[in-house]
């Protein structure tokens, strides 16, 4: 088939399917932030994107500074860095949301400009401060290399790693939506926002501090994007349109939706780029998800209740 | 102590409140009876700060009229809306715990169990799959988890069968006697309003325009008014 044999054609999905896994935790990671932010809020954060190149320069800085005063840290200077990632993304989610964000509620097309505008901005910023050059961080020694699964098999260590990052922070924004007060109250503000007013819970705040976490989250998306890719003023871009497909097309307000979708697309991207060029993968897989989106508008998970 | 008053309501150029004046004590149930479209649930909302208002509205002294509904839950108000509007993709449990947040505990009070037995058996379904009995009983559980001072009610009866219309009068009555707590209801069920309220007022247009003690009610009179 395709001019291969079957012993082949296993080896190949299967390394296609490693490269899936690897695209799959970087669209899991941008799309959890962005599902919090648009699933639970509604807001179209158009520099969702930036918010990540934000973390993913905050991860440079931290790696060339670790280099240049604490280069026997090195090997550790990825953890620092994403919690740096996580609290400058989150501490400019906050400031954006009470400058910008808070004045838009309710009016998606003016938030949907004013992000948008949002991103412009941060773009140039990014070129101004950091050059227009694509940047890269080095890793540490023993993120490199890979490991040999067969023969013909090799998984890079790198991958492995923003999967297993992918995991944890999955599972711990899990977590805190459905064991903590704090994801309690943001569940009670998705499903009715006057109810939850009236039932004693500050929406302002919790929209505040849901923006932040979203935007947080995409600094660590962003350092986690260092360790497998370059970071220029504009790879924000590259997938903000991706991450949005993947909320959608997951249900905008199911955490499940959004991994069972982020996979799907994934997989089928990074399989179908084998077999045909990078576009014509793009053009099928969207074609794949418009079909699906018109049979359930909804997305893949909705949340069946009594009406 | 809870005391409204000039307490005024337009939607753009419509009047639909005109200076409603009302004073309820400690561990009164006042009904507020009127027929559809007279004022009553926006009575109700703009008592717990949904919709905006002019005028006055005193908890305990304290005039809550310009804060917002989170606020004015912290002060000692809760609301049960009409049409329940429990949160129905999340648990019977959580949907009481929402209602704890103002006050910081964790845990639901026994007492609120105890009250509603049915939601302690179903605690762990979603609100939205209950009957439309059991989400009233839900409603008012959650809002009593803020321990609140003054409940408000818009219409409990609706949509509920009459032998569980007696059980919520029973229930609303015991509340009361528990906490000293002070219940507005807007209600149509005169059957209802008689069992419950200590003081009947009548709503039409936007204003009070009769008011009756229990013990001295005029049933004919608020029959006739709430007559289509």
Known sequence: MFGYSFGELGSIFAMQAFSGLILFSVFLLMALGLA????????????????MILGAYMTYLTSHIFQAYLP??????FFVAMVVAFIVSGAAGLAVEWILIRHLYRRPLDTLLATWGLSLMMQQ??????GAREVGVELPQWMMGALPVTDVIEVQINGLFVMALTLLITGGVALLMFRSRWGLQVRAVVTNRVMSGAVGIDTRRIDRLTFGLGCGIAGIAGAAFTMIGSTGPTS????????????????????IGTIASAFTISQSQSTLEFFLSGSMAKVLTLLVVIGLLMLRPQGLFVLKVRK | MFDVRALNVAYGQSQVLHGIDMSVKPGEIVAVVGRNGMGKSTLMKSLIGVIPSSGEIDVDGIDVSGMPSFARVKRGLAYVPQGRQI???????ENI?????????????????????????????????????????????RALASDPKILLLDEPTEGIQPSIIKELAVVLKQIRDMRNLTIVVCEQVLSFVLDVADRILVME???????????????????AYLAV
Not at chain 1, 36 to 51: D, L, R, T
Not at chain 2, 87 to 93: E, R
Not at chain 2, 108 to 133: A, M, T, V, Y
């Open chain 1, 36 to 51: 919090i932010i648009f699933g639970q809020m509604g807001v179209i954060n158009m520099a969702h994107g930036e918010f």
């Open chain 1, 72 to 77: 026997g840290l090195f090997s550790i200077y």
């Open chain 1, 125 to 130: 910023a990014f070129r101004t401060i950091f």
């Open chain 1, 236 to 255: 924000g871009q590259l997938y903000i349109v991706d991450t949005f497909l993947v909320v959608v097309f997951g249900g905008a307000q199911s955490l």
């Open chain 2, 87 to 93: 949160f129905g993709t999340m648990t019977v449990k």
């Open chain 2, 97 to 141: 715990e929402t209602g704890l947040v103002v006050t910081g505990k964790s845990e639901i009070p026994d007492e609120i169990f105890s009250l509603f037995p049915i939601l302690w058996e179903f605690e762990k379904r979603r609100g939205g799959n209950l009957s439309g009995g059991q989400q009233q009983q839900l409603a008012i559980a």
């Open chain 2, 205 to 223: 247009n936007g204003r009070i325009v009769h008011s009756d003690k229990r013990e001295q009610v005029d049933e004919a009179a608020i029959a």
